[in-house]
């Protein structure tokens, strides 16, 4: 096999080898960098490598879900052939996996009219088989439904058919009911009039159910009725108000500067009171007279004596609900490093109107300048991904450009050393040679290693050999 090979083949080889020995250094650091640049490369590919987002397959309309909150959080992806399965870079996955269950996806799948309809069904299949089938579709819609409505993160639907009462007669038959539980999201609010919303767009869908037959319910149970709420009203508020003072110190003293903390209780009682407030504003008419005739032979007399006054009639209603605020409490924390003591005062009117706050009606604004503890601990934060990337780009660049302008010093070095070393050689066998010989043998060699060769000969004989180089000298 070596026979075949042309016989430039070793030769080149061969002339490689020899320039590697002599260049052992520049050669070594260009390996070292080819190194580091090939374990760089494998690592990144291997940890921007594509597996799987999820254990197990998912349904298209789950898959479907999941690709639109990757695209919006800018995350790469990449979905099957079936559109059962995600792809995503291995070192993003639990990152990914985190963001979507903190957003509650996938949502469970539940097939909805469309799907079951789809599905082949036997031609000897029971009708309550048919029935079963055409409830769970009517379930899915609803549920697919109540998703989309404003604050619901999540909804179960569970419709419980008309069913014969034996206790009532062969005829009569139990009313259809419906249960529905409700995920909400977080901070979000119902109002009765949504609850009662909901109720009639349940009972809609199916044959025979009424608003009364369905309840609804969420995860603690508390959604009985129309008129209850599922989250806390005051704790909601409270966070508002807190926030809201926050940002403000925030902004004017800058982050870190200020803490506040808001309390609010509410009264826990529903009240209603009538007010009616009568003001007379005096006489507005009067009118007196008498009268007096006869009719058919009798006579008569009448006296008439209208008086009218004028009054203002005002009735006023009050209720208070039980989540009213009765006490409002804000307390608020100054850097005195960063906050000066003039400033305090000011800073707590600021806060009571911000707060809406009435001392007079016994709510308390709290506002005081404390040294805060100097070694507060600070969170790490992460680069995002393509700063990352970016900075790894920059790195092995520069490491490339490094290592060439090593390998181009080490080179121009050892040029300068090879023309040094062939000048010294060239000028110890030329030493005992005439003027003429001299500049003969010089006139063919680069201007480098001629000047080098002239630089070893004493004054008078360079010039003599420069003459003849020049041509001015003459036998």
């Known amino acids: 096999m070596l026979a075949n090979l042309p016989p430039i083949v070793p030769r080149v080889l061969g002339q490689t080898v020899s320039w590697l020995v002599r260049r052992k250094t520049p050669a070594l650091a260009a390996g070292c960098a080819l190194s580091v640049l090939l374990i760089i490369v494998a690592v990144s590919s291997r940890m921007n490598a594509l597996t799987p987002l999820f ?22 992806f990449m979905a099957d052939a079936q559109h059962t399965q995600l792809f995503v870079p ?15 996806l996938p949502h469970r799948f539940v097939p909805t009219t469309s799907e079951v309809l789809e599905q082949q069904e036997s031609a000897f299949a029971p009708q309550s088989s048919v029935d079963d089938r055409r409830r769970a579709g009517i379930e899915g819609d609803l549920v697919a439904g109540l998703r989309r409505s404003n604050g619901v993160a999540d909804a179960t639907v569970v419709i419980a058919p008309a069913v014969a009462d034996p206790l009532l007669g062969d005829d009569a038959r139990a009313p259809a009911s419906a249960s529905v539980q409700l995920v909400m999201q977080s901070g979000a609010v119902l109002s009765p009039s949504a609850i009662s919303g909901m ?21 603690t149970g508390s959604l009985a009725g129309a008129s209850q709420v599922t989250v806390d009203r005051a704790g909601a508020r409270e966070q508002r108000l807190q926030s809201s003072i926050q940002s403000a110190l925030d902004e004017v003293f ?13 009264s826990g009682l529903e009240r209603t009171s009538q007010s009616t407030r009568v003001t007379p504003h005096g006489l507005l008419e009067s009118d007196s007279g008498k009268e007096h005739g006869s009719d058919g032979g009798k006579h008569f007399e009448r006296d008439r004596d209208r008086t009218r006054y004028a009054y203002d009639t005002v009735v006023e209603h009050q209720a208070s609900h039980a989540d ?28 009571r109107a911000a707060a809406g706050a009435d001392l007079a009606a016994g709510d308390d604004v709290a506002v005081q300048a404390l040294p805060f503890a100097a070694d507060q601990s600070v969170t790490p934060r992460r680069l995002p991904a393509n700063v990352s990337r970016f900075v790894a780009v920059a ?74 180089m020049n041509g001015h000298a003459h036998g």
């Open 55 to 76: 254990a197990a397959p998912l349904h298209p309309s789950q898959t479907l879900e999941v690709e639109r909150a990757l695209t919006i959080w800018n995350e790469p």
């Open 90 to 104: 291995a070192l993003h996955r639990r990152d990914v996996l985190l963001r979507l269950t903190l957003a509650g």
């Open 199 to 219: 109720k009639r767009f349940v009972a809609a869908a199916y044959p025979g159910l009424t608003p009364e037959r369905v309840v609804i319910v969420d995860g």
């Open 254 to 266: 800058g982050a870190g500067a200020a803490i506040v903390r808001v309390s609010l209780r509410s």
């Open 324 to 351: 009213a605020v009765a006490h409002v409490a804000v307390a608020v924390f100054l850097d005195a490093r960063k906050v000066a003591a003039d400033q305090v005062a000011s800073v707590k009117d600021l806060v």
């Open 395 to 468: 790195l092995i660049a520069l490491s490339l450009c490094a290592g060439g302008w090593y390998l181009r010093s080490s080179h121009i070095t050892t040029q300068m050393n090879e023309r040094q070393t062939a000048a010294a050689m060239l000028g110890v066998a030329l030493e005992r040679e005439l003027p003429q010989t001299t500049a003969y043998v010089l006139s063919s060699m680069p201007p480098t290693v001629r000047a080098n060769v002239l630089r070893e000969y004493p004054p008078e004989l360079r010039q003599q050999i420069e003459r003849h």
